[in-house]
């Protein structure tokens, strides 16, 4: 027995757990009539968890080798696939096999077509470039350990450089403002089903990229005036996307930092898509401050990311998202509570925080600054 085994506690309290833990009692409750069909449900349950990373490389194999849309014309052959892709016949014939055990494919006589699921990956805007870019993200959590202790410098960190502030290169800042823009569509969509913007006159998206939500927001709200605050480096691509959405007229698009710069004045509600997560609190408290000074009397806030389950927690924040914040190495995905206090703290009141929609999206929090 190593030293660190050694100077574990024994077990105390707890004897359901002490007798699930001993695999004399696995055995026998796998096969009692009463006992094994929850015996193998966890059983089954526990080994999804343990193959989970492999699972997830079999859909980074499939998006890399574009296989969804090589099947769009119909199903095809393990021999076809692997002359396309370059890859032996038996080789991809396991990949193929795979992708039809997770539900992405489907075999039909020994060739291999579209599943549901493997269109509906299709469907979803910028799932495709995000899983590509997990290839950071998995570097990193090779050594899971290593990560929780806290390394000088991660792979995902290289990847936004902007959360640690200065100059970003313009190529750095396309690259993750085009990821950011194809994936912000369904954030736009479920945070425009959870909250309205009647009554709203200005909004101001601080953040907000190339303007992908302010996009949306202008359509639900036909006669906004609206105002996007960003780093300059996107300021090129934001203003052609309003100029292609006949919206130009109604955007005024201001470069800054909020971290060094206060907020534009004049907007009687200001929207943060996927901002806070990215930060530390010491930041997000300094942007709820100016936010705060930038609002009227009785102006909105509305915030919206995906965010971990505080007292009860939830697979999306408090497993993706919080790991995936630790590699970038700032941020965090906080819960609706601990956001709550933040903006309590900075003198919001009537929080509102509905049940999302779609939590491994985005919820979303409101407040208003009071009169």
Not at 180 to 197: F, G, N
Not at 232 to 249: L, S
Request: proline share 6%; aromatic share 8%; net charge neutral.
């Amino acid at each position: 027995m190593n030293s660190e085994a050694a100077n574990l506690p024994a077990w105390r309290g707890g004897w359901i757990n002490r007798l699930i833990a001993r695999p004399g009692f696995q055995s026998w409750a796998s096969r009692f009539p009463l006992t094994r069909g929850r015996a193998r449900a966890d059983g089954a349950a526990l080994f999804d968890v343990v193959q989970g990373f492999v699972q997830s490389q079999v859909l980074m194999a499939l998006v890399e080798l574009d296989m969804f849309r090589r099947l769009r014309a119909g199903p095809q052959s393990a021999e076809v696939l692997g002359r396309a892709c370059d890859i032996p016949t038996e080789r991809m014939q396991v990949l193929l096999q795979a992708g039809a055990a997770l539900g992405l494919l489907k075999r039909k006589r020994g060739r291999y077509g579209l599943a549901r699921k493997g269109a509906a990956l299709m469907g979803v805007p910028g799932l495709e470039a995000m899983i590509r870019h997990h290839k950071a993200f998995y570097d990193d959590l090779r050594d899971p350990v290593a990560l929780l202790r806290g390394p000088e410098d991660t792979k995902l960190s290289q990847f936004w450089p902007y959360v640690f502030g200065g100059d970003v290169p313009d190529a750095e800042a396309a690259t993750y403002s085009d990821l950011m823009a194809q994936s912000q569509r369904l954030v736009a969509e479920d945070t425009l089903r959870a909250v309205s913007l009647k009554g709203v006159s200005h909004l101001l998206d601080v953040g907000g990229g190339t303007g992908a939500f302010l996009e949306a927001a202008g359509h639900a709200a036909p006669k906004m005036q609206m105002t996007l605050f960003d780093l300059p480096p996107v300021v090129p691509e934001a203003q052609a996307r309003f100029d292609a959405a006949g919206m130009a007229d109604r955007v005024s698009i201001v470069p800054g930092s909020f971290r060094e710069e206060a907020l534009p004045t004049g907007a009687d509600a200001v929207s943060l898509i996927r901002v806070l997560y990215d930060h530390s609190d010491e930041t997000v408290r300094t942007l709820l401050a100016r936010v705060f000074a930038a609002l009227p009397a009785g102006g909105r806030l509305i915030i919206s990311e995906p965010m971990g389950g505080g007292t009860r927690p939830e697979r999306a924040g408090d497993v993706y998202f919080a790991l995936y914040t630790m590699a970038m190495q700032t941020g965090r995905a906080r819960s609706a509570a601990e956001i709550e206090a933040l903006v309590t703290e900075a003198g919001f009141v009537q929080v509102r925080s509905p049940e999302p929609a779609r939590a491994y999206v985005t919820r979303v929090l409101t407040c208003v600054r009071p009169d």
